[in-house]
């Protein structure tokens, strides 16, 4: 592919669902990708070998104040959670100002995306699930297998797709979960988030991991777009009081916090933005 011409364009590296730096999700986003081609975007999104990168671009929705696309290292996703976060962020530090006070609308694949200040945080409103339900006995079978439970550990198991293909597992514990060493080969192309609750005074109420496949299986440090749909999930089946607040990433040495709230019709996915790295991109 052709890059050339190539055009200082500026670029920040944001922490998502953290405030304590490099303890999060980073996301990369160049704030200004007027006139990038897909291929030129998904060529940049496979470098910074992150596992999001996110364009910036004027809204064509008149409702909307700015529109971003979402790359991973090898595919266009029409909404993402902390790519969500991350572009907002970056958006009003370089000096965006939403058309209505205290709330800004984000433009992407999946739609119109509400984001506010909520407690110093930023938060997202969780899109509809487009896929939700029960999965089939066989998928049931693959889940416990490539998590290496017995098929009975797991409480409930639904497809919770906003976007990402996800299916949700419910777990007894929190405890359970921190200690799940999967079998990554064995989920195949399932994307699997896994939740379950903490005790009472553990400082967090439910602990969250999740696995994407790609040219090999990984587990995401924090994920935005799972949290909203098992908070969806969750609440919708009385098994989730209408705000708490999930721990992930801490397997991987992060410390990703996720504040959930239920208002007004809306379930609210919020975390704390830290800028990591403020700069220029050539591109």
């Known amino acids: 592919m052709n890059l050339e011409p190539l055009r200082t364009r500026p670029f920040s590296q944001v922490d998502v669902f953290t405030d304590m730096p490099y303890r999060g999700n980073p996301l990369a986003v160049v704030v200004d990708a007027e006139g990038l081609t897909t291929d030129q975007m998904q060529h940049f999104a496979n470098w910074t070998n992150l596992s999001e990168t996110t364009f910036l671009l004027p809204p064509r929705d008149p ?3 700015y529109r971003v696309r979402i790359f991973t290292g090898s595919e ?14 970056a958006w009003l530090e370089a000096g965006g100002v ?3 006070a205290g709330v800004l609308v984000q433009e992407c694949g999946a739609g119109l995306v509400k984001v506010k200040h909520d407690g110093g945080r930023l938060a997202f409103a969780a899109p509809p699930l487009t896929r939700f339900g029960p999965v089939d006995a066989a998928t049931l079978e693959q889940l416990a297998a490539g998590l290496r439970l017995p098929r009975t550990a797991l409480l409930d198991a639904s497809w919770l797709v906003n976007g990402p293909q996800w299916i949700g597992v419910l777990l007894e514990s929190g405890e359970q979960v921190l200690g799940l060493e999967p079998d990554l080969a064995a989920l195949g192309d399932l994307k699997v988030g896994v939740i379950g609750p903490h005790e009472p005074g553990a400082g967090v109420d439910f602990e969250v991991r999740t696995f994407i496949p790609g040219d090999a299986m990984v587990e995401d440090p924090v994920t935005g777009s799972f949290n ?3 908070a969806q999930w969750l609440m919708g089946s009385g098994r989730a009081p209408e705000q708490y607040v999930a721990a992930q990433g801490t397997v991987l040495g992060r410390a990703g916090r996720i504040h959930v709230k239920q208002q007004d019709g809306d379930v609210w996915v919020g975390g704390n933005t830290v800028t990591c790295i403020q700069g220029t991109v050539r591109l």
Not at 76 to 89: D, I, N, Q, V, Y
Request: hydrophobic letters at 40%; charged letters at 15%; a negative charge.
């Open 63 to 65: 409702a909307a104040d």
């Open 98 to 100: 939403p058309k209505q």
């Open 76 to 89: 266009e996703f029409p909404f993402a959670g902390h790519p969500t976060l991350g572009s907002a962020h």
């Open 228 to 230: 909203a749909g098992a």
